[in-house]
């Protein structure tokens, strides 16, 4: 299931954009690594200047990856199921990365 960690209380979309690397690293704490990360994950921006990371992954490890998100950003972060249409690419992702075997 996609869902989404919304980091909020930004300033500007700079200071939004300049969260994604400190996220980035709770998910894939190697950025140059082989095979897939264990959570396919993506960023958007939203309106208001949220930082929106959508991950596809089950509830129990989305509630996981976004406290390890509230621990890193230091600031208000919401995690609510994703938007129709907007992490679409992560299930697909999923579904390339893990072959049913």
Same mark, same amino acid.
Do not use: N
């Given at each position: 299931?996609?869902? +989404?960690?919304?980091?909020?209380?930004?300033?500007?979309?700079? +200071?939004? /954009?300049?969260?994604?690397? *400190? &996220?980035? @690293?709770?998910?894939?704490? &190697?950025?140059?690594?082989?095979? *897939?990360?264990? &959570?396919?994950?993506?960023? =958007?921006?939203?309106?208001?200047?949220? /930082?929106?990371?959508?991950?596809?992954?089950?509830?129990?490890? !989305?509630?996981? &990856?976004? !406290?390890?998100? @509230?621990?890193? !950003?230091?600031?208000?972060?919401? /995690? =609510?199921?994703?938007? *129709?249409? @907007?992490?679409? +690419? /992560?299930? +697909?992702?999923? @579904?390339?990365?893990?072959? *049913?075997?």
């Amino acid at each position: 299931m996609t869902f +989404e960690i919304r980091i909020e209380g930004f300033a500007d979309s700079d +200071e939004a /954009l300049a969260m994604q690397e *400190p &996220v980035a @690293r709770v998910l894939c704490p &190697v950025a140059e690594h082989d095979g *897939p990360c264990e &959570v396919p994950w993506g960023f =958007t921006l939203a309106d208001d200047h949220d /930082l929106v990371l959508g991950v596809y992954a089950t509830r129990d490890k !989305a509630d996981e &990856v976004a !406290a390890e998100v @509230r621990r890193v !950003a230091g600031r208000p972060v919401v /995690l =609510t199921e994703g938007a *129709p249409g @907007r992490f679409d +690419e /992560l299930a +697909e992702q999923y @579904r390339i990365e893990h072959p *049913p075997t």
